[in-house]
């Protein structure tokens, strides 16, 4: 059974920083991909970036220049540098981690921009 557990979270001004853990329960070698996505209240769950296992990834347009993911294969965790926060990143942060018996789901971590 897979368990990601996220950490890092928090209440942050607009312009500020947070760093998001996703430690993973097993290795991080077996899966092809891991990322982040995050849902704003009343909105669907949106996606934010991806790290794949050759170490490429993927980011969506309104994290791109702000936003770095980076992984750490010796501490099965992947983690992802927030920048330049704004209110609209206000969000609850999911991990996420696929592979053939995947995807599976942290439980999540609140991130609220505010002033």
């Known amino acids: 059974q897979v368990q990601l557990m996220e950490s890092g979270g928090g209440l942050v001004q607009p312009g500020g920083s947070l760093r998001l853990s996703c430690a993973a329960s097993?290795?991080?070698?077996?899966?092809?991909?891991m990322g982040w996505y995050r849902q704003a209240p009343g909105n669907q769950r949106e996606y934010v970036v991806t790290?794949?296992?050759?170490?490429?990834?993927n980011y969506a347009d309104s994290v791109k220049g702000r936003f770095t993911i980076s992984r750490d294969n010796a501490k099965n965790t992947v983690s992802l540098q927030m920048n330049n926060l704004k209110p609209e990143d206000t969000a609850v942060y999911y991990c996420?981690?696929?592979?053939?018996?995947?995807?599976?789901w942290g439980q999540g971590a609140q991130v609220t921009v505010s002033s």
């Open positions: 996420y981690a696929a592979n053939r018996g995947g995807p599976y």
């Open positions: 097993g290795s991080i070698l077996s899966f092809n991909a």
């Open positions: 790290i794949f296992s050759t170490g490429s990834t």
